[in-house]
């Protein structure tokens, strides 16, 4: 064990796949995240596309559930138009995700003695 824990830390940097990262909100459900493809220098890379991502937060009994998604967009402004529609596509996936782990732990066989 103490071996494991002395192992360097084995991560490295995809360079070909940079992004610079800026926030929006609307400080209430709302967040876009934009991520403009860079260079290794940290140069906009044109060949690229932005890619944007809305996030938001649905309130359960359990707790605030996370939710986000990439959004099909042109600009900022179109993100921001999509953002409604594509938390309640996550949101869709989430339920019906939840619902066949319900289902497959419905469906267990239940040995005694086990």
Request: charged share 25%.
């Amino acid at each position: 064990m103490a071996d494991e824990q002395n192992e360097p830390f084995n991560l490295t940097v995809n360079r070909a796949n940079l992004f610079k990262e800026e926030t929006f909100t609307d400080l209430r459900a709302c967040t876009v995240r934009q991520l403009s493809p860079v260079n290794p220098d940290g140069s906009p890379d044109k060949g690229r596309k932005i890619v944007y991502v809305g996030q938001t937060h649905v309130m359960t009994q359990a707790g605030p559930i996370p939710i986000q998604s990439v959004i099909q967009a042109q600009d900022l402004q179109q993100a921001f138009k999509k953002f409604p529609e594509a938390m309640k596509a996550s949101m869709d996936r989430l339920i019906e995700e939840a619902k066949k782990a319900q289902q497959q732990e419905q469906s267990r066989i239940v040995i005694p003695g086990r």
